[in-house]
Nanobody, 119 residues
Framework: QVQLVESGGGLVQAGGSLRLSCAAS????????MAWYRQAPGKQRDLVAS???????NYADSVKGRFTISRDNAKNTVYLQMNSLKPEDTAVYYC?????????????WGQGTQVTVSS
């Protein structure tokens, strides 16, 4: 069983920065992809960024150049450095681990951490 615990959310002014952390416990495989999603009130949960254990990253267009995802495989931890924050970045941010075994996919989720950007 995998457990994900996020930290680092909070209230920040527009233009500011925050760093989110997600610590994974349990058995973590090198093939697991870790990611950050976010969900604003009344909207669907969307992918923000993802990273493989080899460091291959993928970003939503809305955060490219402002957010950086990184991963410490030794600590089973993924980070999201968020710079130049905008009010539209306000959302609950969720850590995600996607595991694929043969053709079976399973997703694990953290409890979420609130990020609020004031204008």
């Amino acid at each position: 069983q995998v457990q994900l615990v996020e930290s680092g959310g909070g209230l920040v002014q527009a233009g500011g920065s925050l760093r989110l952390s997600c610590a994974a416990s349990g058995r973590i495989f090198s093939s697991d992809i870790m990611a950050w999603y976010r969900q604003a009130p009344g909207k669907q949960r969307d992918l923000v960024a993802s990273i493989t254990s080899g460091g291959i990253t993928n970003y939503a267009d809305s955060v490219k150049g402002r957010f950086t995802i990184s991963r410490d495989n030794a600590k089973n931890t993924v980070y999201l450095q968020m710079n130049s924050l905008k009010p539209e970045d306000t959302a609950v941010y969720y850590c995600n681990l996607l595991r694929t075994v043969f053709v079976t996919h399973r997703a694990y989720w953290g409890q979420g951490t609130q990020v609020t950007v004031s204008s």
